[in-house]
């Protein structure tokens, strides 16, 4: 019987690492947080293995910083807690160490076994408690939870309703065939673990599609590996000797820049649909191309995205796009037809509408907001809603008579029906939803500006993420460049030049008249006397 191709055959965690040597590899301790090396160090002491794990060392094999360091353990989190005072521990199911150096965060995970989820990545809370919320709240820098560990398998979610007959996940096929069973099974025993194993078992739970719920079971190094989706994301660098433990092929597909699943793709999209995702984020940021396995199963199991919870989406949405590579990222979606599992009436509007301004203006404003990313600059997600529901929303509006384009209830409305459209697949706090309305309904005013009324939106706290949607605008030519000209100006002046600026703006709303710039005085009316009558 002939032997089936090795290279057909996705790779799996092998029972005994690839352990390369410090003269070996180019990863330097000078290049890794003095704060994570104390970890690393105070854990030896106390017994402990102790590895750096994930995509900082991805980066530094890559030669880039890492943006944070974590670290893997055989210490359980309460053991972690004894020899740090300066830790805290987190999480719901898996208990993690959070390990505190003034603003900087080590955290410190105990090894675990095959596809438990890690904590920290659990969805941004929708804190939608009706309390108003402060432009500085919605301002701050987002600070995303490492994105190369693996995602919380969103196990409090509530079931989703069925499909109507028609949606595109219902031609999925979600039964594993035999032949993926068989290798599963297979890496399985390789791996040094069976399928029934009665204690594993019994903390593991998976939905119909075969999507992991919950895994709360710790582990060895050896078991850790599988919970890692990535070969590029499963490297251990190892404090004792500096060697870096490779399981899986990492160091290669690194040096190759290829993007690999560990495993049976097919069995590993069906555990974490959000995989998908994050294979499209991987390429957009490391520029590196998906092996052929792991992209053909993409596109078969692409449906299977309905099925996750829309929190761990819109998570998953801020990542893709507030991280510095949103631009890459949307032009990686779109090719992979991940966009319209994520986002169905952006893809609909952009398909629809190819090469269009709005489309300009999306891939524009996320290269703004990458290069604010890259900057260290503060971003927030109501800004980014508003790029991306921009087509939708000009669908809406432009579903109206044209009379009422620019009248506020028109806007208003649009907008709340292309936000619940999106809401239908992920969730967006109503805080965010709440700042996409301001932020177009600002547009007609600070479009018309009236006298000295229009200093009032100066204080507006929508009002920043307004005006850089109206110079976007104003660039393709959809708004006045003179009057986004003269909202720069404004905002640069003393207070008594504004006022002069603003009593200079014609009386119908728009750009200053000609002359001094100073409106006339205005005449009195005379009153009429008492003995005169009204014609």
Not at 29 to 55: C, D, H, K, T, W
Not at 111 to 125: D, T
Not at 348 to 355: D, K, M, Q
Not at 364 to 388: E, I, V, W
Request: aromatic share 6%; proline share 7%; glycine share 6%.
């Amino acid at each position: 019987m002939n032997s089936p191709d090795a290279s057909a055959v996705a790779p799996a965690p092998v029972a005994q690492p690839r352990i390369i040597p410090r003269s070996e590899h180019t990863v330097s301790r000078s290049a890794i947080s003095p704060n994570a090396l104390r970890v690393l160090y105070r854990l030896r002491e106390g017994g402990f293995q102790a590895f750096l794990v994930g995509g900082c060392v991805r980066d530094l094999l890559l030669g880039v910083q890492p943006k944070d360091f974590d670290v893997a353990t055989d210490a359980l989190p309460e053991q972690v807690r004894k020899l740090f005072r300066n830790c805290r521990l987190i999480g719901r199911r898996f208990r993690l160490a959070h390990v505190f150096f003034g603003r900087e965060i080590i955290e410190v995970a105990t090894f675990r076994a095959a596809g438990a989820p890690a904590q920290g990545e659990e969805p941004l809370p929708d804190s939608d408690s009706g309390e108003p919320e402060s432009p500085e709240a919605d301002a701050l820098k987002l600070d995303l939870e490492d994105e190369d560990e693996e995602e919380d398998e969103g196990e409090e979610a509530a079931p989703s309703e069925p499909e109507p007959a028609g949606h595109p996940s219902r031609d999925l096929d979600f039964r594993e065939s035999p032949e993926a069973a068989a290798r599963a099974e297979e890496d399985a025993r390789r791996f040094g673990r069976t399928f029934d194993d009665d204690d594993a078992e019994a903390h593991r739970v998976l939905d119909e599609h075969g999507r992991i719920l919950r895994d709360n079971v710790y582990g060895t190094i050896d078991e850790d590996v599988w919970r890692r989706d990535f070969t590029a994301n499963a490297l251990y660098y190892n404090v004792a000797d500096f060697s870096i433990w490779d399981y899986v092929g990492g160091v290669d597909d690194i040096a190759a820049r290829r993007l690999r699943l560990i495993g049976d793709p097919d069995v590993r999209y069906r555990e974490d649909p959000v995989r998908m995702l994050r294979a499209a984020r991987f390429e957009a940021k490391l520029g590196f191309e998906l092996e052929e396995r792991t992209a053909e199963a993409l596109q078969r199991l692409k449906g299977l995205i309905a099925h996750v919870p829309p929190a761990r989406l819109f998570d998953e949405t801020l990542k893709l796009f507030l991280t510095g590579h949103g631009a890459r990222s949307l032009e990686v979606l779109r090719r992979r037809g991940l966009l319209e599992e994520l986002l169905p009436s952006t893809h609909a509007y952009l398909e629809a509408h190819p090469n269009s301004l709005v489309e300009q203006l999306l891939v524009r404003g996320l290269q703004n907001t990458d290069a604010r990313a890259q900057a260290g600059k503060p971003l927030t997600p109501t800004f980014l809603f508003a790029l991306l529901l921009y087509g939708p929303i000009a669908r809406e509006i432009e579903s109206t008579p044209p009379e009422r384009w620019h009248e506020l209830n028109t806007i208003m409305d649009a907008c709340e029906r292309a936000v619940r459209d999106a809401q239908q697949r992920m969730t967006i706090p109503r805080r965010f939803a709440l700042g996409v309305r301001e932020m177009f309904a600002l547009q007609p005013r600070l479009e018309h500006p009236r006298g000295r009324r229009a200093l009032r939106l100066l204080e507006h706290p929508r009002f920043r993420a307004a005006y850089d949607m109206l110079l976007l605008r104003a660039e393709l030519g959809l708004a006045s460049k003179e009057i986004a000209s003269w909202w720069g100006r404004v905002q640069e002046v003393s207070s008594e030049e504004r006022v002069r600026m603003a009593e200079a703006l014609s009386p119908q709303g728009g750009p200053p008249r000609s002359g001094t710039g100073r409106r006339p005085p205005r005449r009195r009316r005379r009153r009429p006397s008492s003995h005169s009558h009204p014609s």
